[in-house]
Structures are given as structure tokens and as C-alpha cells.
């Protein structure tokens, strides 16, 4: 589970954000994500997204969709993946 530094929301700047883009295909699978660590794939960085940041998720049409992370969350996940790729490469 992730650690994270709550900070008020209301208080970000834009640049305090991060935009992950996502598109899927028709059956829910996805075709493009931003920001994907190479560790992961398209599918394993959305569902992570989802689990642990999803109310920062906003649906759009055409089988779009946005994460827009408060910077602190999105430090704290890519964080939190570092480990996990340490222990893939030993």
C-alpha cells in the first residue's frame, strides 16, 4: 500500500500535476498510457493507477481518459516502484 504525503489539493499549482493520458481499444484493453515505467506494461501501469490513485481518474469520450496526480502522489508510486524493479534485476 502506498505512503503518501497528503497535501491540500486546492492548493497545487498546474505545475504541481501530472497528466497521464490513457487510451483504449473497444474491449477495455489499453493501447497508449503516459509516463508507463518500463518495468511494467500499458496494462499493469493502469491497473496500479487505478488501485492506488483511481479517484484522481477522469473519463472522457472516444475511450479516453486522464489521471491528473497531484505531483506527490505520482512521486510517491514511481517511488514505490524503484524497489520492485531492483529486485527484477538481481
Known sequence: MLKIV?????????????????????????MTIDKCP???????????????????YQTFAGARGFFRLPRNVYDAL???LMPVAAEAAE
Not at 497535501?7 to 490513457?22: A, F, M, P, Q, T
Not at 518500463?38 to 484522481?56: K, S, V
Open 38 to 56: 518500463p518495468q511494467l506494461t500499458a496494462q499493469e501501469w493502469r491497473t496500479l493507477l487505478l488501485n492506488e490513485a483511481g479517484a484522481y
Open 6 to 30: 497528503q497535501s491540500d489539493d486546492r492548493n497545487n499549482k498546474v505545475g504541481d500535476e501530472v497528466l497521464i493520458h490513457v487510451r483504449h481499444l473497444a474491449g477495455g484493453q489499453v
Open 78 to 80: 514511481v517511488a514505490n
